[in-house]
Structure formats: structure tokens, C-alpha cells
């Protein structure tokens, strides 16, 4: 299709959302790909989501994104959602489905990248991953797509969460159904024999994210070892402790600015139908952190 055929904006929908990367992202995607189309970050206090929302069904924005702190709440103001968000109860990507004469009507479904985009990051590992058991720091929304993925997509037999909150890692693991005996919860003062037999380690929580860029969630690092596969969801800095302590006992490492660029791809590819062209946009990411540092 011709590239002026793709027009709008797209919206970011968040609050606060004026230090999101995904501005940086977007934009650099559409005009790599000839777009006449703009993403942009729109701070919307919760009693306003729903007016906004219905903004996006009147054509005001062609798409949009959804972050913290409406992706829950978002999904009462949808009029479908996909499985992958109705399973993870949280919408991070809105599509706009036109039918009718002149497209006159406008549904809007909710969909989840976030999970796919953890899941498309760790395709390379999934042989390792099937039948392993893993770690989760933390039990709040990124966590939840991150064992909803070990899960379903990965086939891990087990996942351990590490949490301040036992009894919110105990209900995310109710919420997604797993059976007790799949997911367990302890404190964060738990052994280090939880350590020993996991393939995968993964931060989700915001230890050790600018500004506090010295806290890490591993406190013993020497738990970290060859053959385990060590990723951190926090992308600012890149180079977090917890990579550099694992990397440092051997370990592989993958950092948080992959799973971001995979989650905007596959947004990217609901609203347009076409593929992020993602080898740019990591330069541009690049350049930009490196500028903004
Ligand atoms: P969230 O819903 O607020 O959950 C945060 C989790 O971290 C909760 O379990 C919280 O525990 C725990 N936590 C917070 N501060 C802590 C501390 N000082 N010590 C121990 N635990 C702590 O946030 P989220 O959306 O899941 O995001 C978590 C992290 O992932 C953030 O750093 C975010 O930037 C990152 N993330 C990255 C991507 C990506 O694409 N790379 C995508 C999503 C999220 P309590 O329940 O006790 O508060």
C-alpha cells in the first residue's frame, strides 16, 4: 500500500507518561516507514480516561497505547479484548475496527503486547526454558505477563515469585489459574536454594532503575551462575547491577529495552498491518538515551 495511505495519531495514554520512551519509538517507525503518522504521549488523570477513550471511537486518534495507571481500567470502555488481555485482565494496546458505509462505525478492542513482547525476546531460549523452573522478582502488572508467558508459551514447569507481598504474588497466581503447584510465592528473604536449579532469573520490579541505580533485587549475586539466562525488565539505565553482577558470574543477560522494542513492534503491527522496521528504531533509541543520559 502506498505509505500516505497510513494517517492519524496515535495516542499514549498514561499518568504520568512524559518520560515513556515509546514517543521516541513510534515516531521514529513512521517516519522510517513513510507515514504520515505521529504518536503522542497524552496525560490523562483517571476521571478523564473514559471522555478521552471516547475520543479514540470518534477518529480523534486512529490507535492508541495504554499504560500505567489505566490498563485495568481501561477495559470496562472497550468493546472487545483479545484473549491474550482478557486472560492477563490488562490492555496495553488499543485497536480501532472500522465497518459500515464510510467506516462510519468504530469498535475498539484491547489487546496485550506486553506478554508477546517478553515472549518474542525469549523465543531463542524456549528449548532451555520448557520443563525448567525460573524466578520472578516482584507481582505487579509486568510480572503478571511475564509468568502468564513462562506459562502458556514457554511450558515451564515452574515459576518461583519473589515478592514484598506474598499475598499479592498468591493472588496473581489464582488470577491466572495456574495450579498451585506450577507457581509458588515467597518472601524476599527466601533461600538461596531457590536460586540453584532456575534456568531463568527476571527482574520485575523497579530495583535498580534511575535514579536508584545502584539497588538490585539479587542481593547475593553469587546465586548467579553459568548457564542461566538473567533478564531485567528495567531499561533505563541498560546496564543495570543485575546485569552487570550476572554477566559478571558468567551468566547470559538480556535487558528491558529489548522487551520494549518487541512490545511496540507488535503494537505497531495491530495498528498499521505492517512490520516495525526495529533495526532503526534501536539506533534512534540509542541515540536518544545516549543524548538524554
Ligand atoms: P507494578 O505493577 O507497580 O509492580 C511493581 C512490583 O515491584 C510490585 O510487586 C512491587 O511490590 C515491587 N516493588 C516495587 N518496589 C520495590 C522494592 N523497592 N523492593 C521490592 N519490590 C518492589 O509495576 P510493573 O508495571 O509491574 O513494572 C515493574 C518494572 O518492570 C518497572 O521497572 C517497569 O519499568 C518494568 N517494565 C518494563 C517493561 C519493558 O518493556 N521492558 C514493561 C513493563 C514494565 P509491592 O506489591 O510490594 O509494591
Known sequence: MDPSAYKGIIALLGNPVSHSLSPVIHNAAFRASGYDMRYEAVDVPPSELES???????????????????????????????????????????????????????????????????????????????????????????????????????????????????????????????????????PWEAGTEVFENASLLVNATPLGMTPQTDTTPCTNPGVLRRNQIVYDLVYNPRNTRLLRDARAHGAETIGGLEMLIAQASQSFRIWTGTEMPVDIVRTELDRYLRENA
Open 52 to 186: 478521552v477513550v471516547n475520543r479514540i471511537r470518534r477518529g480523534d486518534y486512529a490507535g492508541a497505547n495504554v499504560t500505567i495507571p489505566h490498563k485495568e481500567s481501561v477495559m470496562e470502555h472497550l468493546d472487545a479484548l483479545t484473549p491474550a488481555a482478557a486472560s492477563l485482565g490488562a490492555v496495553n494496546t488499543i485497536r480501532v475496527i472500522h465497518s459500515g458505509a464510510d467506516n462510519r462505525f468504530a469498535r475498539l478492542e484491547g489487546d496485550n503486547t506486553d506478554a508477546s513482547g517478553f515472549a518474542k525476546t525469549l523465543a531463542p531460549y524456549g528449548t532451555r526454558l520448557k520443563d525448567s523452573s525460573c524466578v520472578v522478582w516482584g507481582a505487579g502488572g509486568a510480572a503478571r505477563a511475564v509468568v502468564y508467558t513462562l506459562l502458556h508459551r514457554f511450558h515451564v514447569s515452574r515459576v518461583t515469585l519473589i515478592s514484598r507481598s506474598v499475598d499479592r504474588a498468591l493472588g496473581l497466581a489464582r488470577s491466572l489459574g495456574a495450579p498451585g503447584s506450577r507457581i509458588r510465592a515467597l
